[in-house]
T-cell receptor, first 114, second 112 residues
Framework: NAGVTQTPKFQVLKTGQSMTLQCAQD?????MSWYRQDPGMGLRLIHY???????DQGEVPNGYNVSRSTTEDFPLRLLSAAPSQTSVYFC?????????????FGNGTRLTVT | TQLLEQSPQFLSIQEGENLTVYCNSS?????LQWYRQEPGEGPVLLVT?????EVKKLKRLTFQFGDARKDSSLHITAAQPGDTGLYLC????????????FGQGTRLTINP
């Protein structure tokens, strides 16, 4: 019963490096999203997707790219990492089209950019 | 942009005491969800309130949705060390892509 799986769990990058945070879910959820969590800021939405081939920006999209080629996977790409992107990143999915459905979260990726 | 303000941000109390956490906004939400997060894990849903004035109970936890659907509260009776964690409220708007907006969180510590 995997749910939402995120890899890696920890990552250290140098400024300017690029990387992809992986997210996969096995619940057949059409809605998937990426949040970043910083102290005192709660969870802020980066990008989201309501189905394969459809993505849109959240409140803090700058510096991040996403794509959704399959229902299961929703990778988050950092094109040129900056220290301001040091954070804990969470991927979450939910049933699309059903109000009040819960978000199912992965266990997060802790990213440090030096 | 819809914003949710949670208070207090930090709360440390003794086992057996009662406490209330507040989640306030100037925006109206179709529903509010409360999540709890343990260290090293993602948030997990506790409850969803959908009707103005609604009250839901989960053992010693009581959740209330304001009549105007702009605010919510979480009350814990006789807190226990196992209640320690980060509590997050999240509001869902009307229409659109069902994005959830989160409050800043309340870090609760219950001391034995």
């Amino acid at each position: 019963n995997a749910g939402v799986t995120q890899t890696p769990k920890f990552q250290v990058l140098k400024t300017g490096q690029s990387m992809t945070l992986q997210c996969a879910q096995d619940m057949n959820h059409e809605y998937m999203s990426w949040y970043r969590q910083d102290p005192g800021m709660g969870l802020r939405l980066i990008h989201y997707s309501v189905g394969a081939g459809i993505t849109d920006q959240g409140e803090v999209p700058n510096g991040y790219n996403v794509s959704r080629s399959t229902t299961e996977d929703f990778p988050l790409r950092l094109l040129s990492a900056a220290p301001s992107q040091t954070s804990v990143y969470f991927c979450a999915s939910r049933v699309q089209g059903v109000y009040n459905s819960p978000l199912h979260f992965g266990n997060g990726t802790r990213l440090t950019v030096t | 942009t819809q914003l949710l303000e949670q208070s207090p941000q930090f709360l440390s109390i003794q086992e057996g005491e009662n406490l209330t956490v507040y989640c306030n906004s100037s925006s109206v939400f179709s529903s509010l969800q409360w999540y709890r997060q343990e260290p090293g894990e993602g948030p997990v849903l506790l409850v969803t309130v959908v009707t103005g004035g609604e009250v839901k109970k989960l053992k010693r936890l009581t959740f209330q949705f304001g009549d105007a659907r702009k605010d919510s509260s979480l009350h814990i009776t006789a807190a226990q060390p196992g209640d320690t964690g980060l509590y997050l409220c999240a509001g869902e708007g009307f229409g659109g892509a069902q994005k959830l907006v989160f409050g800043q969180g309340t870090r609760l510590t219950i001391n034995p």
